[in-house]
């Protein structure tokens, strides 16, 4: 079948003839509709779409015309990048029939590059969450086991990867939702260096932290989808104005005297012992490998979640301003009056969870709070910043767990929204900082769910940490490993 | 001044002004949709006005350079360094539910102006800051309705907010500082300044000193809303003050001398108006935009920006009254409009007389464009007019040489109106306006004017007390026994003589 | 800093938020809000003397656009997702109190 392809092979097959894109496209779209009644990893499939997007891709390599860098390769994007094909939901009754008038520009270049968009993936609502239990729609399971999460909040384009229902997906990640689901479904997933790609039509949450990233089964793929959506944006004014490196051509070229820097921050305490010591053995990989391995400090990442959880909430609590049922969205019905138009709509619109991160970030910006709250979460930052410039003149790269546990099971922690929280432990200080990072998978529980290693890098390494993550791919086969679906 | 009668209190007035200037960009202040008005409802809005989920600001540099201009003309000290922060608050011509604003570090810091005042003195305004922001969409309240309507056409309108110290002493000094505002900002190219169209709004921050008792008692300052003329800024702190004036005589124990209220100006009654606020009305929740990054204003910027400023009205004010002559009166009417003003020193300096261009422009110019406007909402300006610089510089040349007299100006001036091509000599030779000065012509129509008019002879004779009169009376007799043509610097030399043989 | 929100600071937020809270959603939240902050409240432990606030992650500035129009969407498209419309217009429910906000 070849919805079990990568998306490079998809992308070379199809370019010496040996396949189509909408056999590849048909075979995804099959895989859809037996396993995602089970996993409901996407919030809406657009078949007929993507097979004439698949159509049209096949007719220009007849044709001999010039193909894309994802020509015919079958791609799943998460419901909080804008479409004007299909609801833009965010996962929330806020925005259920939203239908926006303009695409992202990640979307346009995943077109233009000849993609074909099978459909959008589920989420935390507004993507705040780290389980995609949080959609307003359901949660997605999964494919590993799903009795458990798969992590969040890009659940639903990990748990749609890994079970093999696209090629490959975009996620976005503001403190580890690209990464942690990656993680708990064994799958590569990279947050760009903040400003690398475009957050135009991104949803915002927290527009300081928010990034788009490549969610693949290999690290190769994610190279390709980084070569396409990365890049100068001049309708983000944050977007890096710097031309975009060749991330495809020395990607198998290995690193030498590469140092690796392993925290101490970022062992021991919390982490499952399986977790340590599959991180511990990547280490050991890259060690025998020729890599020197050496100790570092990022004394204030402690401080980590509590900074995340002002600044990202402030930031929320702005952007989730506009929800407020008079332009579009949800609106209650028969409202007394304008407050209680807003009011209502929004308690009526946002899940507990957004209410709760809104309140938050609402109370941290308010008058008598905000230098307490708010000004020192960004001075704290910019302790959390240097740790990592101090850090990286010692190495080049820095490993850690992705997550300090496999996946948990649905209900585990929703309870408490201050565990739930903690699950981003590693990944946040990354988004802090606006370094890149990457989850790769490094192994297996004994229950048989998959282990991520987490490498961080100083800003725009990309290049260097997709042939870091290439090293280790090339030497195992956790990746070549399926999950075995429940069919319908 | 205590006694122990109930003496009228002795007060000052300090009104400072806030300034809405709608800037006058191609496009938006934060994205490219059309900055312009009258089109349908919402039909100058993109996703970007409209607040949609993923849409991201982007800065107008054209409107940061206009805020620039403005600042410099009002000697703003320009920031290095600016942010753009996000200013909270629900109303639904605010798509976003947030204002991007400049809080902390504004555009334009610390400056002053020099403002006229009516008695031809000037006093010094200091001006706090200027900072750029977005304007919000409208909200319309049709009669019989039980809904309220949205246009976000004006939303993202690029505005300058100018904040000055509370230096103005009086509604009249109020309302001069809206009018010299508004002059500079048309001067300068920022802003068409068309009131009606809301272009600048006004809000007069009110308070007085009292004297009293011998002690000072200072009122609370109120703020006035969004005053779009500039009668409404001087009725509206007319009444403001006497009401702060009423409210403390009545009550001068419990006069507050602590907060700020917020009054709207009720233009039909005459009477400003408490307006009441939620109590977090004020809690905007400012921080960061973190969507916009810090912009940094080299002085080289500054200094191209600088040298792109246009002569102010003050500075032209100022330079008519030392180099052409003219009285502060007449310096002011002509620096009014800055296309009337380039016009007058194209024409200067063509080498036109300047006084009688400026006879020229204040006389049949000035009644002229008058004549053209339709209606009291258009108004038509002399350089609106199909008479060029080359045209007025020949005209008063034509006066000044005695070639036509300032009567027969006028008639040529008419008849430019309607054939803009003409020349003024040939029109004016044409039209038979030219002056003979034909010393045997003129004394034969002198001949016949006094032939015609025995009793004014006789009273320039006879009767000291009409002597002047008489010879006025001839002289015009003999003018119109010419058809105006006649010189009447030789009429007069020919007249005197006759009478006195 | 205090590192509780009580149940009037709960319903005071809410208002700010415009977020209409039922009778129940108010004790948990306080307790939940105050839990967090109990754990946020760890910033303060932090020595930031002499530090900038880091709004920004990268060094970026000055990003500007030249003034230039771009289309609008058509009247239909702005006002295709409205919960209420008439005509051209968004509609919402009678204001008759003006002059909030800023401006
Ligand atoms: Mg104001
Ligand atoms: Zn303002």
Redesign the interface.
């Known amino acids: 079948m070849l919805n079990e392809l990568t998306a490079l092979e998809i992308h070379n097959k199809i370019a010496a003839g040996e396949i189509t894109a909408t056999t590849a496209a048909q075979d995804c779209l099959s895989a859809i509709t037996r396993a995602d009644p089970h996993l409901h990893a996407y919030n809406a499939v657009f078949a007929d779409r993507a097979m004439r997007q698949a159509e049209a891709v096949d007719q220009a390599h007849t044709a001999g015309q010039p193909r894309g860098l994802l020509a015919g390769v079958p791609i799943a994007i998460k419901d909080n990048l804008c479409t004007t094909f299909g609801a833009t939901t965010c996962s929330s009754k806020m925005l259920k029939n939203f239908h926006s008038p303009y695409d992202a520009t990640v979307v346009k270049k995943l077109e233009q590059a000849g993609a074909v968009i099978l459909g959008k993936t589920n989420l935390d609502e507004f993507a705040m969450g780290s389980s995609t239990e949080n959609s307003a729609f359901g949660p997605t399971r999964n494919p590993w086991n799903t009795q458990c999460v798969p992590g969040g909040s890009s659940g639903g384009s990990a748990a749609a990867t890994a079970a093999r229902l696209c090629a490959a997906s975009l996620g976005s990640d503001t403190g580890g939702s690209i990464r942690q689901p990656a993680s708990l479904c064994g799958i590569v997933g990279l947050k760009p260096t903040y400003g690398l790609v475009s957050r135009y039509g991104l949803v915002a949450f927290a527009s300081s932290l928010d990034q788009i990233g490549p969610m693949t089964r290999t690290v190769g793929d994610a190279a390709l989808l980084l070569q396409v959506i990365a890049g100068h944006d001049p309708w983000d004014s944050t977007s890096w104005p710097e031309p975009v490196p060749d991330y495809l051509s020395d990607l198998d070229k290995p690193l030498e005297n590469v140092r690796i820097g392993l925290p101490a921050e970022f062992s021991g305490e919390g982490i499952e012992p399986e977790v340590s010591a599959a991180i511990a053995k990547a280490v050991d990989f890259y060690h025998r490998q020729g890599a020197k391995v050496v100790p570092v400090n990022l004394p204030h990442t402690k401080y980590g979640i509590a900074a995340y959880y002002v600044i990202a909430p402030a930031e929320a609590s702005s952007n989730l301003a506009r929800y407020d049922g008079v332009h579009y969205g949800h609106r209650t019905a028969r409202p007394e009056n304008l407050f209680d138009l807003y009011a209502a709509s929004r308690a009526e619109g946002f899940g507990p969870e957004v209410q709760r991160r809104i309140m938050l970030g609402t109370y941290a910006l308010s008058s008598g709070y905000y230098d307490a709250y708010y000004l020192r979460a960004l001075r704290v930052r910019q302790l959390i910043k240097r740790d990592f410039d101090q850090a990286f003149e010692k190495c080049d790269f820095i490993a850690c767990p992705t997550s300090p546990t496999v996946a948990f099971e649905l209900g585990a922690k929703s309870g408490d929204p201050l565990q739930m929280y903690l699950c981003d432990v590693f990944t946040v200080t990354c988004n802090i900082a606006g370094i890149p990072g990457m989850n790769i998978p490094c192994g297996f529980s004994q229950t048989g769910l998959p282990i991520g290693l987490q490498i961080l890098g100083p800003t725009f390494s990309e290049q260097r940490m997709l042939r870091l993550a290439r090293m280790y791919e090339k030497h195992h086969d956790w990746h070549t490993r399926k999950p075995v679906l429940p069919q319908a | 001044m205590s006694t122990t009668t109930a003496a009228e209190p002795q007060y000052k007035v300090l009104i400072g002004m806030e300034i809405h200037v709608q800037l006058a960009t191609q496009s938006k202040m934060f994205t490219g949709a059309a900055n312009g008005f009258g089109g349908d409802p919402n039909s100058q809005v993109d996703p970007v006005i409209l607040g949609l989920p993923g849409v991201l600001p982007v800065i107008n540099k054209r409107a940061v350079e206009m805020a620039m201009m403005v600042g410099l003309a009002l000697n703003c000290q320009i920031a290095a360094q600016t942010k753009w922060d996000r200013k909270s608050y629900y109303y639904p011509d605010l798509p976003k539910n947030y204002q991007i604003s400049q809080y902390d570090q504004p555009l334009c810091g610390a400056g002053s102006i020099e403002l006229p005042l009516a008695d031809g003195g000037s006093k010094t305004v200091r001006i706090r800051r200027a900072h750029l922001e977005e304007d919000a969409g409208k909200l319309l309240h049709e009669a019989g309705m039980t809904e309220s309507l949205v246009d976000l056409n004006r939303a993202g309108t690029p505005l300058l907010e100018i904040v000055t110290e509370p230096d103005l002493t009086s509604p009249e000094e109020a309302r001069l500082f809206g009018e010299e505002l508004r002059r500079i900002c048309r001067y300068l190219g920022v802003s068409h300044g068309i009131m009606q169209q809301g272009h600048m709004r006004f809000e007069p921050n009110i308070n007085l000193h009292i004297y009293h008792h011998g002690k000072t008692i200072k009122t609370a300052i109120t703020e006035i809303k969004n005053l779009n003329s500039f009668r409404a800024v001087e009725r509206a702190c007319s009444y403001e003050i006497q009401r702060q004036l009423a409210e403390y005589l009545a009550h001068p124990e419990v006069m507050p001398s602590q907060g700020k209220s917020t009054r709207g100006w009720d233009d039909d009654k005459g009477m400003t108006l408490l307006q009441r606020e939620k109590e977090e009305a004020h809690d905007y929740r400012y921080f960061p935009d973190p969507d916009l990054v810090p912009l940094h204003i080299a002085p080289r910027w500054v200094e191209a920006i600088r040298s792109g400023v246009v002569e102010l009205p003050i500075a032209r004010r100022k330079r008519y009254q030392e180099v052409f002559g003219m009285s502060a009166k007449e310096a002011f009417s002509l620096t009014e409009e800055r296309a009337v003003a380039d016009l007058f020193d194209r024409a200067a300096s063509l080498g036109a007389p300047v006084r009688r261009l400026t006879n020229l422009f204040l006389g049949p110019a000035a009644k002229m464009a008058n004549e053209a406007a339709t209606d009291q909402a258009t108004t038509v300006l002399i350089s609106d007019l199909p008479v060029t610089a080359e045209q007025y510089a020949r005209l008063a040349q034509l006066v000044e040489t005695g070639g036509i007299s300032a009567t027969s100006a006028v008639m040529v001036f008419e008849h430019l109106i309607k054939h803009p091509e003409a020349d003024p000599a040939q029109a004016a030779e044409q039209l038979g306006l030219m002056q003979i000065r034909d010393q045997n012509q003129t004394e034969a129509w002198v001949m016949q004017a006094l032939a015609a008019n025995p009793q004014a002879i006789s009273d320039y004779k006879n009767n000291p007390k009409k002597k002047q009169a008489s010879l006025g009376f001839l002289r015009g007799a003999v003018m119109k026994a010419s058809q105006g043509k006649a010189d009447p610097k030789l009429v007069g030399e020919i007249l005197e003589a006759k009478l006195k043989a | ?1 205090a590192d509780t ?1 009580n149940e009037a ?2 319903r ?10 039922s009778d129940t ?1 108010v004790p948990r ?1 306080s307790r ?2 105050s ?3 109990d ?6 432990e ?1 020595n ?1 003397e002499g ?8 060094p ?14 058509t ?1 239909q ?8 419309k ?10 008759l ?7």
């Open positions: 800093m929100l600071q709960v005071h937020v809410a208002q700010l938020a415009r977020l209409k809270l959603d939240l939940q809000i839990s967090i902050l754990y946020v409240a760890q910033l303060q932090a930031v530090l900038e606030p880091m709004a920004h992650p990268l970026l500035h000055s990003v500007l656009r030249e003034d230039e129009v771009r289309p609008s969407l009247v498209q702005v006002l295709a997702n409205a919960p209420g008439v005509g051209a217009f968004f509609t919402v429910p009678k204001v109190d003006t002059g909030l906000g800023g401006g």
